[in-house]
Protein backbone atom coordinates (compact mmCIF):
# COMPACT_ATOMS: atom_id res chain seq x y z
CA UNK A 1 0.00 0.00 0.00
CA UNK A 2 1.57 3.46 -0.71
CA UNK A 3 2.44 5.75 1.40
CA UNK A 4 0.17 8.95 2.36
CA UNK A 5 2.76 11.32 1.67
CA UNK A 6 0.42 13.85 -0.92
CA UNK A 7 -0.88 16.93 0.18
CA UNK A 8 -4.49 18.03 0.67
CA UNK A 9 -6.16 20.18 -1.92
CA UNK A 10 -5.84 23.92 -0.54
CA UNK A 11 -9.42 24.37 1.31
CA UNK A 12 -10.62 28.09 0.82
CA UNK A 13 -10.17 30.40 3.43
CA UNK A 14 -6.68 28.66 4.09
CA UNK A 15 -4.55 30.51 1.39
CA UNK A 16 -1.71 32.59 3.69
CA UNK A 17 -2.54 31.29 7.29
CA UNK A 18 0.48 30.39 9.44
CA UNK A 19 0.04 28.47 12.70
CA UNK A 20 2.11 27.82 15.53
CA UNK A 21 1.50 24.88 18.06
CA UNK A 22 2.58 24.83 21.59
CA UNK A 23 3.40 22.14 24.03
CA UNK A 24 5.81 19.63 24.59
CA UNK A 25 7.94 17.65 21.32
CA UNK A 26 5.93 14.47 21.22
CA UNK A 27 3.76 12.01 18.86
CA UNK A 28 0.84 14.78 19.28
CA UNK A 29 3.29 17.95 18.10
CA UNK A 30 4.34 16.19 15.17
CA UNK A 31 0.96 15.00 14.23
CA UNK A 32 -0.27 18.83 14.41
CA UNK A 33 2.52 19.81 12.22
CA UNK A 34 1.83 16.57 9.25
CA UNK A 35 -1.98 18.14 9.57
CA UNK A 36 -0.99 21.83 9.17
CA UNK A 37 2.02 20.64 5.89
CA UNK A 38 -0.73 18.62 4.46
CA UNK A 39 -3.23 21.65 4.27
CA UNK A 40 -0.22 23.58 3.13
CA UNK A 41 -0.40 26.05 6.09
CA UNK A 42 2.95 27.45 7.25
CA UNK A 43 3.53 25.74 11.10
CA UNK A 44 6.10 26.66 13.88
CA UNK A 45 6.27 25.12 16.97
CA UNK A 46 7.75 26.06 20.71
CA UNK A 47 7.48 24.31 23.88
CA UNK A 48 4.90 25.13 26.69
CA UNK A 49 5.88 26.83 29.65
CA UNK A 50 5.83 23.31 31.62
CA UNK A 51 8.40 21.59 28.82
CA UNK A 52 10.06 24.64 29.09
CA UNK A 53 10.99 25.08 32.34
CA UNK A 54 11.64 21.23 33.12
CA UNK A 55 14.82 21.49 30.85
CA UNK A 56 16.76 22.66 33.91
CA UNK A 57 16.30 20.15 36.75
CA UNK A 58 12.28 20.87 36.81
CA UNK A 59 9.51 22.40 36.55
CA UNK A 60 9.27 23.82 40.34
CA UNK A 61 6.12 25.70 40.69
CA UNK A 62 4.40 24.14 43.04
CA UNK A 63 0.20 23.65 43.19
CA UNK A 64 -0.71 27.46 44.67
CA UNK A 65 1.95 28.79 42.02
CA UNK A 66 0.30 26.36 39.28
CA UNK A 67 -3.60 27.67 40.50
CA UNK A 68 -2.45 31.58 40.48
CA UNK A 69 -0.87 30.87 36.81
CA UNK A 70 -4.35 29.96 36.00
CA UNK A 71 -6.14 32.13 37.20
CA UNK A 72 -3.41 35.04 36.03
CA UNK A 73 -1.53 33.73 33.54
CA UNK A 74 1.88 31.93 32.94
CA UNK A 75 4.48 34.44 34.72
CA UNK A 76 7.94 33.19 33.94
CA UNK A 77 9.57 36.22 32.37
CA UNK A 78 11.80 33.76 30.26
CA UNK A 79 9.52 31.39 29.12
CA UNK A 80 7.44 34.24 28.32
CA UNK A 81 10.63 36.05 26.43
CA UNK A 82 10.93 32.65 24.67
CA UNK A 83 7.38 31.64 23.25
CA UNK A 84 6.77 35.35 22.32
CA UNK A 85 9.66 35.56 19.97
CA UNK A 86 8.94 32.63 18.71
CA UNK A 87 5.32 33.29 17.90
CA UNK A 88 6.34 36.39 16.62
CA UNK A 89 8.97 35.01 14.41
CA UNK A 90 6.14 32.70 13.07
CA UNK A 91 3.87 35.49 11.95
CA UNK A 92 1.52 32.91 13.62
CA UNK A 93 -2.54 33.96 12.63
CA UNK A 94 -3.08 30.80 15.17
CA UNK A 95 -2.11 29.11 17.63
CA UNK A 96 -2.89 25.43 18.74
CA UNK A 97 -2.59 24.32 22.11
CA UNK A 98 -1.93 20.71 22.78
CA UNK A 99 -1.43 17.81 25.67
CA UNK A 100 -4.60 18.60 27.83
CA UNK A 101 -5.74 21.08 30.00
CA UNK A 102 -1.71 21.70 31.08
CA UNK A 103 -1.41 25.12 29.02
CA UNK A 104 -4.56 26.64 30.28
CA UNK A 105 -1.79 29.38 32.13
CA UNK A 106 -0.51 29.99 29.39
CA UNK A 107 -3.14 30.72 26.92
CA UNK A 108 -3.99 33.52 29.63
CA UNK A 109 -0.48 35.11 29.70
CA UNK A 110 -0.27 34.98 25.91
CA UNK A 111 -3.67 35.85 25.00
CA UNK A 112 -3.16 38.61 27.31
CA UNK A 113 0.07 39.38 25.68
CA UNK A 114 -0.99 38.93 21.83
CA UNK A 115 -4.50 39.63 21.62
CA UNK A 116 -5.37 39.60 18.04
CA UNK A 117 -4.03 35.82 17.92
CA UNK A 118 -6.62 33.12 17.59
CA UNK A 119 -5.81 30.13 20.00
CA UNK A 120 -7.19 26.44 19.98
CA UNK A 121 -6.74 24.18 22.78
CA UNK A 122 -6.50 19.95 21.84
CA UNK A 123 -8.16 18.20 24.74
CA UNK A 124 -6.64 14.74 24.34
CA UNK A 125 -7.69 13.70 27.31
CA UNK A 126 -10.47 15.42 29.50
CA UNK A 127 -11.48 15.37 32.27
CA UNK A 128 -8.23 13.67 33.89
CA UNK A 129 -9.93 12.98 37.28
CA UNK A 130 -11.51 10.13 38.72
CA UNK A 131 -14.24 11.63 41.27
CA UNK A 132 -16.97 13.80 41.18
CA UNK A 133 -15.04 16.67 43.07
CA UNK A 134 -12.08 16.35 41.04
CA UNK A 135 -14.52 16.64 37.58
CA UNK A 136 -16.15 19.08 39.05
CA UNK A 137 -12.84 21.67 39.97
CA UNK A 138 -11.18 20.61 36.00
CA UNK A 139 -14.99 21.75 34.90
CA UNK A 140 -14.42 24.90 36.49
CA UNK A 141 -10.96 25.71 35.64
CA UNK A 142 -11.73 25.26 31.37
CA UNK A 143 -14.59 27.00 31.78
CA UNK A 144 -13.19 29.91 33.69
CA UNK A 145 -10.31 29.94 30.81
CA UNK A 146 -13.11 29.96 28.02
CA UNK A 147 -12.91 33.75 27.31
CA UNK A 148 -9.00 33.36 26.04
CA UNK A 149 -10.15 30.08 23.83
CA UNK A 150 -11.61 29.90 20.61
CA UNK A 151 -11.93 26.61 19.92
CA UNK A 152 -12.15 23.00 21.53
CA UNK A 153 -9.72 19.92 19.42
CA UNK A 154 -11.46 17.31 20.84
CA UNK A 155 -10.98 13.47 19.48
CA UNK A 156 -14.16 11.80 19.33
CA UNK A 157 -17.84 13.20 19.00
CA UNK A 158 -18.11 12.07 23.01
CA UNK A 159 -16.17 14.58 24.33
CA UNK A 160 -17.33 17.17 22.12
CA UNK A 161 -21.26 16.59 23.55
CA UNK A 162 -20.12 15.99 26.99
CA UNK A 163 -18.01 19.64 26.66
CA UNK A 164 -20.95 21.39 25.59
CA UNK A 165 -23.26 20.05 28.13
CA UNK A 166 -21.22 20.52 30.80
CA UNK A 167 -18.66 22.94 30.38
CA UNK A 168 -19.24 25.65 28.15
CA UNK A 169 -22.79 27.36 28.85
CA UNK A 170 -22.84 30.62 27.46
CA UNK A 171 -19.73 30.52 25.67
CA UNK A 172 -19.31 30.77 22.69
CA UNK A 173 -16.23 28.62 22.12
CA UNK A 174 -16.19 26.27 19.28
CA UNK A 175 -15.94 23.07 19.41
CA UNK A 176 -14.50 20.79 16.91
CA UNK A 177 -13.43 17.00 16.36
CA UNK A 178 -10.04 15.93 14.80
CA UNK A 179 -9.51 12.32 15.09
CA UNK A 180 -6.31 12.36 17.52
CA UNK A 181 -3.61 10.10 15.50
CA UNK A 182 0.56 9.95 14.67
CA UNK A 183 2.06 10.94 11.18
CA UNK A 184 1.95 8.82 8.14
CA UNK A 185 5.97 9.04 8.88
CA UNK A 186 5.99 6.90 11.50
CA UNK A 187 3.39 3.85 10.45
CA UNK A 188 5.27 0.74 10.55
CA UNK A 189 5.63 -0.33 6.35
CA UNK A 190 6.67 -3.77 7.30
CA UNK A 191 4.03 -6.60 8.47
CA UNK A 192 5.45 -9.21 11.38
CA UNK A 193 4.99 -12.59 10.70
CA UNK A 194 2.51 -14.26 13.91
CA UNK A 195 5.26 -16.91 14.57
CA UNK A 196 2.49 -18.21 17.43
CA UNK A 197 -0.66 -19.79 16.26
CA UNK A 198 -2.14 -20.59 19.93
CA UNK A 199 -4.40 -17.18 21.30
CA UNK A 200 -2.19 -14.14 22.45
CA UNK A 201 -2.36 -10.61 23.22
CA UNK A 202 -0.01 -7.90 23.76
CA UNK A 203 -0.83 -4.93 26.44
CA UNK A 204 1.22 -1.67 25.58
CA UNK A 205 0.00 0.00 28.76
CA UNK A 206 1.72 0.94 32.23
CA UNK A 207 2.87 -1.68 34.21
CA UNK A 208 4.97 0.07 36.65
CA UNK A 209 2.91 0.48 39.13
CA UNK A 210 5.21 1.89 41.52
CA UNK A 211 5.43 4.97 39.47
CA UNK A 212 4.45 8.09 40.86
CA UNK A 213 2.11 8.90 37.98
CA UNK A 214 0.46 5.90 38.40
CA UNK A 215 -3.76 5.35 39.62
CA UNK A 216 -5.41 2.65 40.19
CA UNK A 217 -7.15 2.66 37.28
CA UNK A 218 -3.66 1.62 35.59
CA UNK A 219 -3.77 -1.86 37.84
CA UNK A 220 -5.30 -4.30 35.45
CA UNK A 221 -3.02 -7.15 37.47
CA UNK A 222 -6.72 -9.04 38.44
CA UNK A 223 -7.70 -8.85 34.63
CA UNK A 224 -4.40 -9.84 33.60
CA UNK A 225 -4.36 -13.13 35.77
CA UNK A 226 -8.03 -13.78 34.27
CA UNK A 227 -6.60 -13.93 30.80
CA UNK A 228 -3.94 -16.27 31.69
CA UNK A 229 -5.79 -18.42 33.39
CA UNK A 230 -8.04 -18.68 30.52
CA UNK A 231 -5.17 -19.62 28.37
CA UNK A 232 -4.13 -16.57 26.98
CA UNK A 233 -0.75 -16.00 26.17
CA UNK A 234 -0.09 -12.11 27.31
CA UNK A 235 2.91 -10.16 26.36
CA UNK A 236 3.79 -6.50 28.25
CA UNK A 237 6.63 -4.90 29.44
CA UNK A 238 8.60 -6.19 32.45
CA UNK A 239 7.84 -4.96 36.05
CA UNK A 240 8.66 -6.29 39.38
CA UNK A 241 4.69 -5.54 39.93
CA UNK A 242 4.08 -7.99 37.32
CA UNK A 243 6.60 -10.81 37.83
CA UNK A 244 4.67 -13.76 39.25
CA UNK A 245 6.37 -16.60 37.28
CA UNK A 246 2.87 -17.42 35.13
CA UNK A 247 3.66 -19.52 32.26
CA UNK A 248 1.61 -17.59 30.24
CA UNK A 249 2.84 -14.08 30.96
CA UNK A 250 5.87 -12.78 28.24
CA UNK A 251 7.21 -10.20 29.77
CA UNK A 252 9.74 -7.75 27.41
CA UNK A 253 11.84 -4.85 28.09
CA UNK A 254 10.22 -1.35 28.09
CA UNK A 255 10.23 -0.33 24.62
CA UNK A 256 9.68 3.36 23.04
CA UNK A 257 6.06 3.75 21.50
CA UNK A 258 7.87 3.74 17.42
CA UNK A 259 9.38 0.07 18.72
CA UNK A 260 6.19 -1.20 19.82
CA UNK A 261 4.56 -0.27 17.16
CA UNK A 262 6.88 -1.60 14.57
CA UNK A 263 6.20 -5.47 16.27
CA UNK A 264 2.64 -5.15 16.85
CA UNK A 265 1.09 -6.65 13.77
CA UNK A 266 2.72 -10.29 15.32
CA UNK A 267 0.05 -10.08 18.04
CA UNK A 268 -3.69 -11.34 17.61
CA UNK A 269 -4.86 -8.32 19.41
CA UNK A 270 -3.59 -5.36 21.55
CA UNK A 271 -5.45 -5.18 24.61
CA UNK A 272 -6.89 -1.85 25.73
CA UNK A 273 -8.28 -1.88 29.27
CA UNK A 274 -8.49 -0.40 32.64
CA UNK A 275 -9.57 -0.71 35.77
CA UNK A 276 -12.52 1.09 36.01
CA UNK A 277 -13.46 -0.49 39.21
CA UNK A 278 -11.02 1.65 40.72
CA UNK A 279 -12.61 4.96 40.15
CA UNK A 280 -15.48 6.68 41.47
CA UNK A 281 -15.57 8.08 37.88
CA UNK A 282 -15.27 6.77 34.81
CA UNK A 283 -16.00 9.93 32.66
CA UNK A 284 -12.45 9.89 31.36
CA UNK A 285 -12.77 6.01 29.67
CA UNK A 286 -15.75 7.21 28.03
CA UNK A 287 -14.49 10.51 26.47
CA UNK A 288 -10.75 10.15 25.77
CA UNK A 289 -8.76 7.91 23.05
CA UNK A 290 -6.09 6.66 24.82
CA UNK A 291 -2.71 6.67 23.09
CA UNK A 292 -1.83 3.11 23.26
CA UNK A 293 -5.05 2.81 20.77
CA UNK A 294 -3.81 4.78 18.18
CA UNK A 295 -0.23 3.05 18.59
CA UNK A 296 -2.44 0.12 18.22
CA UNK A 297 -4.28 1.11 15.11
CA UNK A 298 -1.37 2.36 13.53
CA UNK A 299 0.81 -0.68 14.26
CA UNK A 300 -1.74 -3.03 12.08
CA UNK A 301 -3.29 -5.20 15.12
CA UNK A 302 -7.06 -5.86 15.79
CA UNK A 303 -7.84 -4.16 19.22
CA UNK A 304 -9.65 -6.31 22.19
CA UNK A 305 -11.78 -3.93 24.00
CA UNK A 306 -14.28 -4.93 27.45
CA UNK A 307 -17.89 -5.02 25.85
CA UNK A 308 -19.15 -2.27 28.47
CA UNK A 309 -17.79 0.78 28.69
CA UNK A 310 -15.07 3.07 26.66
CA UNK A 311 -17.87 4.42 24.32
CA UNK A 312 -14.81 7.18 22.70
CA UNK A 313 -12.72 4.21 21.64
CA UNK A 314 -15.37 2.61 20.30
CA UNK A 315 -16.72 5.69 18.45
CA UNK A 316 -12.69 6.10 17.13
CA UNK A 317 -12.40 2.27 16.25
CA UNK A 318 -15.98 2.71 13.71
CA UNK A 319 -14.20 2.59 11.08
CA UNK A 320 -11.33 0.09 11.45
CA UNK A 321 -13.16 -3.12 11.09
CA UNK A 322 -11.08 -5.08 13.52
CA UNK A 323 -12.57 -4.56 17.17
CA UNK A 324 -12.93 -7.81 19.45
CA UNK A 325 -15.52 -7.05 22.19
CA UNK A 326 -15.22 -8.82 25.38
CA UNK A 327 -17.65 -10.22 28.50
CA UNK A 328 -15.12 -12.13 30.10
CA UNK A 329 -11.66 -13.95 29.66
CA UNK A 330 -13.02 -17.31 28.53
CA UNK A 331 -15.03 -15.20 26.04
CA UNK A 332 -12.30 -13.63 24.65
CA UNK A 333 -9.98 -16.85 24.52
CA UNK A 334 -12.97 -18.45 22.92
CA UNK A 335 -12.66 -15.62 20.17
CA UNK A 336 -9.01 -15.50 19.76
CA UNK A 337 -9.30 -19.35 19.53
CA UNK A 338 -10.82 -18.83 16.09
CA UNK A 339 -7.59 -18.79 14.01
CA UNK A 340 -9.20 -17.95 10.89
CA UNK A 341 -11.40 -15.30 11.52
CA UNK A 342 -8.41 -13.87 13.34
CA UNK A 343 -6.14 -14.31 10.40
CA UNK A 344 -9.18 -12.30 8.33
CA UNK A 345 -9.18 -9.21 11.17
CA UNK A 346 -5.17 -8.90 11.36
CA UNK A 347 -5.50 -8.56 7.67
CA UNK A 348 -8.38 -6.13 8.00
CA UNK A 349 -6.36 -4.19 10.50
CA UNK A 350 -3.01 -4.04 8.06
CA UNK A 351 -4.96 -2.97 5.52
CA UNK A 352 -6.97 0.16 7.68
CA UNK A 353 -3.93 1.54 8.92
CA UNK A 354 -3.63 4.43 6.44
CA UNK A 355 -7.21 5.64 7.61
CA UNK A 356 -5.55 6.66 10.93
CA UNK A 357 -2.52 8.71 10.16
CA UNK A 358 -2.62 12.80 10.37
CA UNK A 359 -2.60 13.62 6.79
CA UNK A 360 -6.26 11.90 6.30
CA UNK A 361 -7.37 13.82 9.46
CA UNK A 362 -6.13 16.86 8.16
CA UNK A 363 -9.62 18.16 6.71
CA UNK A 364 -11.53 18.66 9.96
CA UNK A 365 -8.86 20.62 11.74
CA UNK A 366 -8.52 23.06 8.81
CA UNK A 367 -12.42 23.65 8.82
CA UNK A 368 -11.77 24.20 12.02
CA UNK A 369 -9.08 26.78 11.49
CA UNK A 370 -11.27 28.43 8.77
CA UNK A 371 -14.66 28.78 11.33
CA UNK A 372 -12.22 30.38 13.89
CA UNK A 373 -10.80 32.80 11.82
CA UNK A 374 -13.49 33.93 10.27
CA UNK A 375 -15.45 34.83 13.32
CA UNK A 376 -12.65 37.13 14.90
CA UNK A 377 -14.72 39.93 16.10
CA UNK A 378 -14.15 43.11 14.56
CA UNK A 379 -10.88 41.95 12.52
CA UNK A 380 -10.39 40.93 8.74
CA UNK A 381 -7.31 39.57 8.22
CA UNK A 382 -4.39 40.90 6.21
CA UNK A 383 -1.11 39.54 4.91
CA UNK A 384 -0.60 36.57 7.47
CA UNK A 385 -1.72 38.85 10.16
CA UNK A 386 -4.07 40.41 11.74
CA UNK A 387 -5.65 44.51 11.27
CA UNK A 388 -5.47 45.82 14.98
CA UNK A 389 -1.66 44.28 15.51
CA UNK A 390 -0.46 42.37 18.08
CA UNK A 391 -1.14 43.41 21.18
Given amino acids: ?87 DASRADVLVFHWGTLPLADIVAIRRARPALRTMLMLLCFPLALSAAGIARQNLVLRRCLPGIDALICPTPEMAAYLERRVLGRHRT ?127 TPVALPRHGYAASKSYLRDHGALVTFSSADDLHRQLSDRSRMAELKDVAWEARNRFVAERQAGALGDLVVEVLEDAPGRRRTAGAWAGGRG
Fill in 1 to 87: MPMVSERMPTRPGLAGIRACVIGPDILHRQALLAMFSALSIEAASADDSHTFLSRDGGDRRGRVARAMDIAWGTRDPSWMRYVLDAI
Fill in 174 to 300: RVGVVAPCWPDAVRPTQRVEPGRSRPNLVYVGRTDLSGKTVHGADDIRELMGSLLDAGIELHHAYSPETEDGHPNRVQFKPLSNLQLMEGMSAFDASLVAYNLDACSRTDRFDLTVPDRLISSVLGG
